[in-house]
Nanobody
Framework: QVQLVESGGGSVQAGGSLRLSCAAS????????MAWFRQAPGKERERVGA????????YYHDSLRGRFTISQDNAKNTMYLQMNVLKPEDTAMYYC?????????????????WGQGTQVTVSS
């Protein structure tokens, strides 16, 4: 089992920045991919970005590349999501997810473990 705990959400004005954290614990050696997803009210959960352990590669949603950056501190088993130039449409619940896949994990069903989510609200 893997446990994921997110933190760092909050309210910010448009143009501002936030950094989310996701701390992983448990059988972290089994993790092949870690990702950030978000879900706005009435919308489907979408992948913000993902990073793979084996390749070290990170992928982003096309519309977010350049504003959002995923990084990791392997010593702390923590993944971060730096979000810059935030827009009201970025308002959503943000989730950290982990899975065993080594590639192609784009859908929520590809992930085995989820955090509880952290709310991000961007006001105009």
């Amino acid at each position: 089992q893997v446990q994921l705990v997110e933190s760092g959400g909050g309210s910010v004005q448009a143009g501002g920045s936030l950094r989310l954290s996701c701390a992983a614990s448990g059988n972290t050696y089994s993790i092949g991919v870690m990702a950030w997803f978000r879900q706005a009210p009435g919308k489907e959960r979408e992948r913000v970005g993902a990073t793979y352990s084996d390749s070290g590669r990170t992928y982003y949603h096309d519309s977010l590349r350049g504003r959002f950056t995923i990084s990791q501190d392997n010593a702390k088993n923590t993944m971060y999501l730096q979000m810059n130039v935030l827009k009201p449409e970025d308002t959503a619940m943000y989730y950290c997810a982990a899975g065993r896949a080594s590639g192609g994990a784009t859908a929520p069903s590809d992930y085995d473990y989820w955090g509880q989510g952290t709310q991000v609200t961007v006001s105009s």
